[in-house]
């Protein structure tokens, strides 16, 4: 396990301070939830936990490295948890293996079921147990509900962790059994100094912090991606050039998510305020604030569709046509 960002160690100790049988993680993606969660049930289960957390010695945090603590059970997604490395239960890896059916996108109630009877049970290593759900606004009403009960009567050595990207989509009974705790948005020097140290290169760290709108871990998300950044930093002129080609590979919902961050960036100039997204030597000439308006409207209505495109090649292309005549207009 690599180290924790500085601003996730800083978080975990102050929550580790803290009592609390569920702790509900939310904000932004890309924050760094899913990396406060594991540090939090990753001391809670340690056998010589200390003021900073675990010990990363001993051989509870040695299990929940290598993915298999009998007393943590991971909540998510299949596709979470194949991306992430989790093991699947036999049935579910049984049926992907069978190609039965698809990694499921959201959290199953089968899985959840199993997570109530974890819950139940003895803990194996005598240090209570965890349960981590990520990301919660992934469970669909039946499955919160199952989960519920158990959050209100939780049986004896049992902790919860949920840690959201979207938590107003969470049942409020839900919000309201956890203790909240809004994600912290580290400041771009330590986030430049974090991305550098997963092996960006000084140039491309703050191109792809912008890109990210300031959240680190997106950040390094886009940098494992095959783009470059530089293509980031050509994105605004390629699109004023009408050219397709710069969202090769990119989904729909992706270059929907990059238009959007273009159109806020030349709205913003519009009104004086500092581009957030790209660099303002990067964007092209002003365009009207009238077509501005109007595409920023059609973007919304786009992403609407964007999970199911009718097709995305045809999409593609409207977006980009769209998007190069809202640049091209005349003030
Ligand atoms: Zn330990």
Not at 27 to 43: D, F
Not at 149 to 173: C, I, N, Q
Request: hydrophobic share 45%.
């Amino acid at each position: 396990m690599s180290a924790l960002a500085p601003w996730i160690a800083e978080q975990s100790r102050q929550l580790l301070a803290q009592r609390g049988h569920a702790w509900l993680l939310q904000g932004p993606s890309g924050l760094g939830q899913y990396s406060l969660a594991l540090a939090l049930v990753r001391a809670w289960l340690c056998e010589n936990p200390g003021e900073e957390g675990a010990c990363g010695q001993c051989p509870s945090c040695h299990a929940i490295d290598v993915h298999t603590h009998a007393d943590l059970c991971v909540l998510m997604p299949e596709v979470a948890m194949l991306e992430l490395g989790w093991p699947l239960d036999e049935k579910a890896q049984a049926e992907l293996d069978e190609k039965k059916r698809k990694p499921s996108k959201e959290i199953r109630i089968e899985a959840m079921r199993d997570a109530i009877e974890f819950a139940q049970r003895t803990s194996a290593r005598g240090r209570g147990k965890a349960v981590l759900v990520f990301p919660a606004e992934r469970m669909n009403n039946v499955t919160a509900n199952a989960l519920l009960k158990t959050l209100e009567e939780p049986p004896g050595d049992v902790r919860f962790v949920l840690a959201s990207e979207a938590a107003h989509l969470l049942l409020p009974t839900i919000r309201s059994r956890c203790l909240g705790h809004t994600m912290h948005w580290p400041d771009e020097p330590a986030s430049l100094a974090w991305l550098r140290a997963q092996g960006i290169a000084d140039l491309d760290a703050p191109i792809l912090l912008r890109a990210a709108g300031g959240r680190p871990e997106d950040a390094l998300r886009f940098a494992d991606s095959t783009r470059h950044p530089k293509s980031w930093s050509n994105l605004p002129r390629a699109v004023a050039r009408g050219e397709v080609g710069v969202f090769k590979d990119w989904t729909p919902a992706q270059v929907i998510d990059a238009l959007h961050k273009l159109c806020h960036d030349l709205l913003a100039r519009q009104v004086g305020a500092v581009p957030r997204f790209f660099d303002a030597s990067e964007l092209p000439a002003a365009s009207s604030l009238a077509a501005l308006n109007a595409w920023a409207r059609e973007l919304a209505r786009a992403s609407r569709t964007a999970e199911h495109p009718f097709n995305s090649g045809l999409m593609l292309e409207d977006l980009v046509s769209r998007a190069q005549s809202a640049l091209n207009s005349k003030l």
